[in-house]
């Protein structure tokens, strides 16, 4: 018998983005949010006016780091910021090594995450975990 997970819809997507969005408007944050499935394929994407650009690339990284590491990408920020910079070379894949990426849990898997860039890290991680949020899991 095969196990089955949960995973994320669009409607999902719909909502974190909208809460998201609403948490940098409050703000006057000017960011990109970026979606992906546990795979770290983009499912959505906002780029609020004013926004950098390149915030575009750097939230979709961070949020596939996440979801790939089944963790935020936060905990890769400090292992490096820590010392072990050598941590660099042994995830070729994983460039968004910045906090702003949070992984989203339901019911222990990693169903996705949430990257953000745009203003300062904690800020951006602040941002994205009012994201998931709108989906009430605890």
Same mark, same amino acid.
């Given at each position: 018998?095969? $196990? %089955?997970?949960?995973?994320? #819809? @669009? ?11 609403? !948490? ?7 960011? %990109?949010? $970026? ?5 770290? !394929? +983009?499912? &959505?994407?906002?780029?609020?006016? *004013?926004?950098? %650009?390149?915030? /575009?690339?750097?939230? @979709? ?7 790939? &590491?089944?963790?935020?990408?936060? +905990? ?18 994983? =460039? ?5 990426? +949070?992984?989203?849990?339901?019911? *222990? =898997?990693?169903? *996705?995450?949430?990257?953000?860039? &745009? +203003?300062?890290?904690? #800020?951006? /991680? ?7 949020? /709108?989906? *009430?899991?605890?």
């Amino acid at each position: 018998m095969l $196990a %089955t997970r949960p995973f994320l #819809q @669009q409607a999902d997507v719909e909502k974190i983005l909208k809460a998201a969005d609403a !948490h940098a408007a409050k703000n006057n944050w000017a960011v %990109t949010i $970026a979606v992906v499935d546990d795979g770290g !394929h +983009v499912l &959505g994407l906002i780029r609020r006016d *004013g926004c950098a %650009t390149v915030s /575009a690339y750097i939230s @979709q990284e961070k949020a596939r780091a996440s979801a790939l &590491g089944r963790r935020e990408s936060k +905990v890769y920020e400090d292992i490096i910021n820590n010392g072990r910079t050598s941590f660099l070379a042994a995830t070729p894949v994983l =460039h968004g090594v910045l906090e702003g990426g +949070v992984n989203i849990v339901a019911n *222990g =898997h990693t169903i *996705g995450a949430v990257g953000v860039s &745009g +203003v300062k890290s904690d #800020q951006d /991680a602040e941002i994205a975990k009012a994201g998931i949020a /709108a989906l *009430g899991l605890s």
